[in-house]
């Protein structure tokens, strides 16, 4: 399906869904919800961030063709020993998710905040023309991971 969530750049990470809460109820077609999916950060081992994000229902969305709106939140943490398989660089794309057809896409990158010992996750929306200023953002200081 067109609409199915399509992870397509190299280094990206491929979200779970966690679950779903409908906001608006739609007769003969699906509705309107909030969904929560999961993924891990391909670079660094040890974290594993969650997005929550709108996800537009009717007959639109049933086939795939609706444009979900720019709402989207994250939330990143820690979960094991902090592990980065290779030198990190400042914007780097760890997740992206389609919000619709062709144009628009939900993004997450990573900074390294180095004097902080912290990662910082940026999640945003964008479209080709006009990408929208509605952002969130998560930080994952690195701590040693004890038993």
Same mark, same amino acid.
Not at 26 to 55: Q, T, W, Y
Not at 70 to 84: L, N
């Given at each position: 399906?067109?609409?199915?969530?399509?992870?397509?750049?190299?280094?990206?990470? /491929?979200?779970?869904?966690? #679950?779903? &809460?409908?906001?608006?109820?739609?007769?003969?077609?699906?509705?309107?919800? *909030?969904?929560?999916?999961?993924?891990?950060?391909?670079?660094?081992?040890?974290?594993?961030?969650?997005?929550? /994000?709108?996800?537009?229902? #009717?007959?639109? #969305?049933? &086939?795939?063709?609706?444009?979900?709106?720019?709402?989207?939140?994250?939330?990143?943490? %820690?979960? #094991?020993? *902090?592990?980065?398989?290779?030198?990190?660089?400042?914007?780097? %794309?760890?997740?992206?998710?389609?919000?619709?057809?062709?144009?628009?896409?939900? %993004?997450?990158? /990573?900074? $390294?905040?180095?004097?902080?010992?912290?990662?910082?996750?940026?999640? $945003?929306?964008?479209? *080709?023309?006009?990408?929208?200023?509605?952002?969130? *953002?998560?930080?994952?200081?690195?701590?040693?991971?004890?038993?």
């Amino acid at each position: 399906m067109l609409g199915a969530a399509v992870v397509v750049m190299s280094g990206s990470s /491929r979200a779970d869904d966690v #679950g779903c &809460v409908s906001t608006v109820f739609r007769m003969l077609s699906p509705n309107d919800k *909030i969904c929560v999916e999961s993924f891990k950060d391909p670079e660094v081992d040890g974290v594993v961030c969650h997005v929550s /994000r709108a996800k537009t229902g #009717g007959f639109k #969305g049933a &086939v795939g063709v609706a444009e979900d709106t720019s709402d989207a939140a994250i939330a990143c943490r %820690q979960v #094991g020993p *902090i592990v980065m398989k290779n030198e990190l660089k400042d914007g780097d %794309q760890v997740f992206r998710e389609r919000t619709s057809l062709l144009f628009k896409k939900l %993004q997450v990158v /990573r900074f $390294y905040d180095k004097p902080n010992n912290t990662l910082v996750y940026l999640s $945003y929306s964008d479209r *080709i023309i006009e990408g929208s200023p509605k952002n969130s *953002i998560s930080t994952v200081p690195i701590m040693p991971w004890g038993k």
